[in-house]
């Protein structure tokens, strides 16, 4: 079993910045993929972005794209999202999972592994 922690959101001005992190209670996860979803207020859970188990092969929604950025340390177990010029539709709860294996996807069928989010919100 992998627990993950999600830590780093919060409450920001529409234009700012915050950076996430995600903490795998196991190194078993530094040889999956792993990725960010989000979840809005009567909203489905949508992808956001996904990294490789070596760091590579990174995949963004295009709602996201040239704002965020996805990454990780595997030694620490850590992933990342940096997420900068923040819009009011980026508020939602934000999930950190772990793919069933090395190359993580957009489809949440492919995660096994689930935190329990943290929530972002970006306010006017």
């Known amino acids: 079993q992998v627990q993950l922690e999600e830590t780093g959101g919060g409450l920001v001005q529409a234009g700012g910045s915050l950076r996430l992190s995600c903490t795998a209670s196991r190194r078993t996860s530094s040889n999956n993929g792993m990725a960010w979803f989000r979840q809005a207020p009567g909203k489905e859970r949508e992808f956001v972005a996904a990294?490789?188990?070596?760091?590579?092969?990174?995949q963004y929604a295009d709602s996201v794209k040239d704002r965020f950025t996805i990454s990780r340390e595997r030694a620490k177990s850590t992933m990342y999202l940096q997420m900068n010029n923040l819009k009011l539709e980026d508020t939602a709860v934000y999930y950190c999972?772990?793919?069933?294996?090395?190359?993580?996807?957009?489809?949440?069928?492919?995660?096994?592994?689930w935190g329990q989010g943290t929530q972002v919100t970006v306010s006017s």
């Open positions: 990294v490789g188990w070596n760091g590579g092969a990174k």
């Open positions: 999972a772990v793919s069933r294996g090395a190359i993580a996807g957009q489809n949440m069928a492919q995660y096994n592994y």
